[in-house]
């Protein structure tokens, strides 16, 4: 029998291309591809054909969308276009959402794997694997791949059943003018929350839209995405330790690989680094304070906006606080911080600098990268107007 894995079952139960263990061994790199796309759509779509989101929606998703745009650009001041043309919102079916969230976070998931998979210094020289310092010698190079592989696949198709939109984890994303959002999930949260379809679509507007503005200014994504990538980076394997997981791993076994693939701890358990907890602080205040911003964008034009803003907001507040393990878990891999406390930080730098300074001084928050606060900054807000030189309207 399998065993089950904390996203709740055995994520690899009845798949048929798991029974190709020498295939599933074979792919070459840190991070077995075909593995987790094959993964992150049979967890998305639970195994299941995915019809096309019915164009009617599609139209109605982009009336709600102009209104949002126009709402956001009036809040903040900020275009919201990067192609010259008004933002798109997209629904996607949540398999869509999945492969195409791997692709943008490609980058950064082969970052994360080599830095798992190895035990070269990032910055350092990458060299040609040595059998005496390889995480687990011949064994890690089959079974890492495989397992950051599943992995990742794992984690995204999980999310692609949670997400409202593109933006739930502000992680940055190629340039584009188009913002993907999870149509199904948008309406069975509006059903579970007795909720109006509508609104509920005209706040992941609201909200995802703010994001794209703020992670389009170039010098806010560069500095979000090099704190990210630095983090992912950042792992730092115990062979000891980790070789200790895989003393009942037999390669040859469905069962066990189900149980090692299925575990999100099994690299995690013992690698956090020192570089990484240095590193943390500033890239939780940065995500704080987009997060804080974004809130007092979506609050302002919210409450003109939706009939039922303050029953929509308190149900958005609990999900927050009742994430799922793969949100949990792209958490601690990217090394964000997206708990309830982090948001309330958010909203008292944003409080604190309306205060002190107005919306003109807020406005100043994304006008060039030595206006991005510091750690100390987002908890002291008149230590960042202060060296803003921003005075009491």
Do not use: C
């Amino acid at each position: 029998m399998s065993t089950p894995g904390p996203f709740g079952g055995n994520p690899f139960e009845g798949m048929p291309f798991f029974k190709d263990l020498a295939k599933l061994f074979s792919a070459q790199g840190a991070l077995n591809w075909d593995f987790a796309r094959q993964l992150a759509q049979w967890v998305a779509t639970e195994g299941q054909a995915e019809g096309n989101v019915d164009p009617v929606l599609r139209i109605r998703i982009e009336e709600v969308a102009r209104v949002a745009e126009m709402h956001v650009e009036a809040t903040t001041g900020m275009s919201t276009t990067t192609t010259g043309r008004p933002v798109s919102l997209r629904p996607v079916p949540r398999g869509e959402w999945a492969m195409r969230t791997l692709d943008d976070w490609r980058p950064l998931l082969e970052r994360l794997a080599t830095s798992l998979g190895q035990t070269a210094l990032a910055g350092e020289e990458v060299v040609e694997p040595n059998p005496e310092t390889e995480l687990l010698g011949g064994l890690g190079q089959l079974v890492v791949p495989l397992l950051m592989g599943g992995q990742a696949g794992s984690m995204v198709g999980h999310l692609s059943r949670r997400v409202l939109g593109q933006y739930d984890l502000p992680i940055p994303r190629p340039p584009s003018g188009e913002i993907m959002v999870v149509a199904a999930n948008m309406d069975e949260f509006a059903t579970d929350w007795s909720l109006p379809a509508d609104d509920v679509r005209l706040w992941v507007s609201l909200s995802d839209i703010a994001h794209h503005a703020v992670l389009s200014k170039p010098h806010v994504r560069a500095r979000l995405d090099e704190l990210v990538q630095a983090y992912a980076a950042g792992f730092r394997p115990d062979p000891n330790a980790l070789e200790s997981r895989f003393g009942d791993l037999d390669p040859t076994d469905p069962d066990s690989l189900n149980a090692m693939l299925g575990d999100p701890q099994a690299l995690l358990g013992a690698v956090q680094s020192d570089e990484q907890r240095a590193l943390a602080p500033r890239l939780e205040a940065l995500v704080a304070a987009i997060e804080g911003y974004v809130d007092w964008v979506v609050d302002s034009a919210g409450r003109k906006l939706i009939s039922s803003y303050d029953s929509l907001t308190e149900a958005l507040r609990r999900r927050r606080v009742e994430r799922g393990d793969g949100d949990r878990l792209a958490e601690r891999l990217f090394g964000l911080e997206l708990g309830q406390r982090q948001y309330e930080r958010g909203g008292a730098f944003v409080r604190g600098v309306l205060e002190r300074a107005g919306e003109e001084g807020l406005g100043r928050l994304w006008r060039t990268e030595d206006t991005l606060p510091t750690p100390a900054e987002v908890d002291a807000p008149g230590l960042w107007l202060a060296r803003l030189e921003v005075t009491d309207p």
